[in-house]
């Protein structure tokens, strides 16, 4: 998941644990490796971490492994883990756990609540988690819940300039939120688009391909979005353009909205939209291809950084077929995380100095080496990600899960295992090594929070 997962984080909701330095990685030469052991390990991992929320969180948002406690975003549960989880406790083969979170979700999960939720996050997370949960049960009670949240968070659409509102209330449709930024506005329309076709209510998919039109049609004479737009003017507020927090996942649903529907005004927007990036925010240096940093009306570049949101760029890179980008960008992500062990959230590439010690157990480099094993079958891949995952296992676990780590240099724990850990890492790791007819690439297109939505004819969008 990209964009603004990390957000939560920075707002201080961890419990920092003193920690001890991280334990050396082990100095053995590295063996072949075995996707079947480490399809079974990453599989007992999940199961390791599900448990931990069963037993601590169950009904809950999130578990926070270290205090042994739940958290709710709102106050009130919506549900996150179990409706996040699901997909991959079916994929993963994990059926008691699947249907005990489908049987909550069933029975519990309800959206008449008086809360003003992020549209964005509600978005990727919950109805990208029913709707894809649906496709693959056949629960008709998950689309009645996913049609039901698509109408509470209609609302949002109601700005000046038809792009959404950052927050909505779920029970009396008010919002707030005028100040939006380009992730957050453009990474609505595979959910949105899904439901349409699931329910035959065409206004889903209506306002979210408008909003992502809008904005579109605002970027600069250089073909560059920033990171700030105020959603009633259709002004600005900044000029910072790059592919981190904030714009990712607008790049991503542009090429994916083709791939998913057929679209091929969404395949012309990312055409023009990748060219512009790869020309003005594409960074050569003696430490390799990054993506930095640069001004939205002038391409100069402003800051080197790069980070853990910004490493899902190879995968998207490679699914659209730039296969020799892809590769360099994932070598200089995997050597971002061989620095420390794990990924810092922001790293000066320039000068290889970690700018935001954290790591969130985010999946964004698990993603883009899964995506380059399946189109290049290059074992580089799976032996990345066997080190991603051996370094979380060594890292990050916890007595009942596994948490987010604040300083990946000293080692020290927080205390969140945010729900998209279930959603994403664990299901790209355990895709990565898993027989490739677990899940077939060509039938399926992933939202940004991997839960996969069933491709259709062009015909039918």
């Not at 509102?165 to 506005?185: C, D, F, H, Q, W």
């Not at 700030?228 to 996942?249: A, L, Q």
């Not at 057929?262 to 240096?285: P, Y």
Request: one cysteine or more; hydrophobic letters at 40%; charged letters at 25%.
């Amino acid at each position: 998941m990209k964009a603004i997962a990390g957000i939560c984080a920075a707002a201080g909701l961890f419990l920092c644990a003193a920690a001890p330095p991280p334990p050396p990685r082990p100095t053995t030469p590295a063996s072949p490796v075995d996707r079947a052991a480490l399809a079974s390990r990453v599989r007992q991992e999940a199961l390791h971490a599900w448990r931990g929320y069963a037993q601590y969180a169950f009904g809950h948002d999130e578990l926070k492994p270290v205090s042994r406690a739940p958290r709710d975003w709102y106050g009130v549960s919506l549900g996150m883990t179990p409706v996040d989880a699901l997909d991959t406790l079916l994929l993963l083969g994990l059926t008691a756990e699947a249907d005990a979170a489908r049987r909550w979700i069933d029975e519990s999960l309800s959206f008449d609540r008086d809360v003003f939720v992020k549209n964005f996050e509600i978005t990727i997370r919950l109805l990208g988690g029913l709707l894809s949960g649906h496709e693959m049960t056949k629960d008709p009670r998950l689309l009645r819940l996913a049609d039901d949240l698509g109408t509470r968070l209609l609302p949002a659409f109601g700005s000046p300039t038809g792009m959404p509102y950052m927050y909505v209330n779920l029970k009396t449709g008010r919002t707030r939120g005028a100040l939006s930024n380009p992730a957050e506005i453009g990474t609505l329309v595979l959910e949105f688009g899904a439901l349409s076709r699931m329910t035959g209510k065409p206004v889903f998919r209506e306002k979210a391909r408008k909003a992502l039109e809008e904005l579109y049609r605002r970027r600069s004479k250089i073909g560059l979005v920033a990171d700030g737009i105020d959603v009633e003017t259709g002004e600005w507020t900044s000029r910072d353009s790059h592919v981190g927090g904030g714009i990712d996942s607008y790049y991503e649903y542009l090429f994916k909205c083709g791939r998913l529907f057929g679209d091929g005004g969404c395949e012309a927007m990312w055409r023009e939209s990748i060219a512009a990036v790869n020309a003005r925010l594409a960074d050569e240096t003696p430490n390799g291809l990054w993506y930095g940093t640069a001004d939205r009306e002038t391409g100069r570049r402003t800051v080197t950084e790069f980070g853990a949101l910004q490493a899902f760029f190879p995968g998207l890179l490679a699914l659209s077929g730039d296969l020799p980008r892809a590769r360099r960008l994932q070598d200089s992500c995997f050597r971002m995380w061989t620095l420390h062990g794990l990924e810092p959230d922001a790293l000066d590439y320039r000068t290889m100095r970690v700018v935001d010690p954290r790591y969130l157990l985010r999946p964004e480099i698990a993603e883009s080496a899964f995506y380059l094993y399946r189109l290049t079958k290059d074992a580089r891949y799976l032996e990345m990600g066997r080190t991603f995952f051996e370094d979380l296992v060594r890292r990050c676990r916890t007595d009942t899960g596994y948490t987010v780590i604040e300083d990946v240099v000293s080692g020290r724990k927080g205390d969140l295992m945010p729900s998209y850990f279930l959603a994403e890492t664990l299901k790209y790791l355990y895709l990565l090594f898993a027989p490739e007819e677990t899940l077939d690439l060509d039938r399926v297109v992933f939202n940004t929070e991997a839960h996969p939505l069933r491709r259709v004819p062009s015909r039918r969008w």
